[in-house]
């Protein structure tokens, strides 16, 4: 078992550029969760998934993010117009049942702005 | 607002020293997990703790509902439990994280 699976490692863009981001959670997880990890903000809630439908988007910036789950395995955070301030590690975490259920992380992606 | 509080932000200790670490909730909340991440390493989950008091090998939580906090003792510290320890509540089935505590223990 690989565990969370995310690409890529490491992501360097340009400013306006799209990012896409890939999650695969472990197999047989219902739940996909995608956070973002800075030293400024810590870790914050993005969105998430359960069953591939959209439970909570709350942590979203409300424009350029989206995030998709077209199948149970696999989940995508894309960001449009990238801006310095999103460079940050975008990590995804899977688990069996969901919100009440211990978290499994993948090894994140670094995202960086220029 | 921040939703999570944790305590201390860092603490430095000998190796063989207990370690408490505290964290406070801005709602009541039965969904409590504790995370661990090395630097450069993966986000790890040490326990859930909804409620009471639960145990895995040296770490000891214990989460009381009504007064809105958690805490996590680490028994017997060693060198390899250096890293963040980080807490989470759910609010409306969103995790939210506090900001850490930095351990670091020394030989």
Redesign the interface.
């Known amino acids: 078992n690989a565990?969370v699976i995310q690409t890529p490692r490491h992501k360097v863009t340009g400013k306006g550029q799209e990012a896409t981001l890939w999650c695969e959670p472990i197999s047989g997880h219902s739940a996909v969760?995608w956070?973002r990890q800075t030293i400024v903000q810590?870790?914050?809630?993005l969105t998430?998934f359960r069953n591939q439908a959209p439970?909570?988007d709350?942590?979203m910036p409300k424009e350029r993010f989206s995030a998709q789950m077209p199948n149970q395995s696999h989940s995508t955070l894309k960001i449009q117009s990238t801006q310095p301030q999103d460079s940050a590690v975008y990590?995804c975490?899977s688990s069996l049942l969901?919100?009440?259920?211990?978290?499994?992380?993948?090894?994140?992606t670094r995202l960086l702005v220029l | 607002e921040q939703q999570v509080q944790q305590s201390p932000a860092s603490l430095v200790l000998q190796e063989g020293e207990n370690a408490e670490l505290q964290c406070s909730f801005s709602i009541f909340t039965n969904q409590v997990q504790w995370f661990y991440q090395r630097p450069g390493g993966r986000l790890v989950s040490l326990l859930y703790n909804p409620s009471g008091t639960k145990q895995s090998g040296r770490l000891t939580s214990t989460t009381v509902i009504k007064e809105r906090r958690s805490s996590l003792h680490i028994s017997s510290s060693q060198i390899t439990d250096s890293g963040t320890y980080l807490c989470a509540m759910e609010d409306n089935n969103a995790p939210r994280f506090g900001a850490g505590t930095k351990l670091t223990v020394k030989p």
């Open positions: 565990g969760f956070y810590g870790l914050e809630f998430y439970i909570d709350s942590g990590l975490a969901g919100g009440q259920d211990t978290q499994y992380f993948g090894p994140g």
